[in-house]
């Protein structure tokens, strides 16, 4: 997998440039989003490619994959206030949220989801001969003519 400088050698300064403006984008409150076609004039180029850009063009999408990634990972520490708060009732009325308690345990590796499937194996399974099998149903035909001799 690509690195961060190596996507980034792989792509122009404007396209550099709308990546981040992108990122910066989909963080941004509400009040202060841009329209694509604002971006793409801040860029100098048009609506259309700044569209092929984010649809078409690999390198142009996993350097924006990746800046989203690295503004993600700032807010790790926020998101651990969070759950800490919510373990410790904090922000719950005083009662520890039992969700917030099993994410705390599934991130430490204490709680984990185990699925299993078992496989009978029957090709290890001795198999009947022809002989065998002809056998048993003429044991079945005089057991159900034996039953059939009873019941007239």
Known sequence: MATLQELKSRLTPTQIKAAHLLV???FAS???KKT???I???CAITRQQLWRWRY???DFIKYVEALSDMRLAAYRDLADAQLIK?????SNNGIPSIKGLELYYKLTGRLVDRKSIEVDDVSNRPRLTAEEVAKGL?????MLNDD?????
């Open 138 to 142: 003429a044991e079945l035909n005089a």
């Open 30 to 32: 509400k009040e202060e």
């Open 40 to 42: 793409a004039h801040e």
């Open 24 to 26: 910066a984008n989909s």
């Open 36 to 38: 694509l076609e604002e």
């Open 148 to 152: 059939d001799d009873k019941n007239e």
């Open 86 to 90: 919510l373990i410790q009732g904090v």
């Open 56 to 58: 078409d063009n690999r």
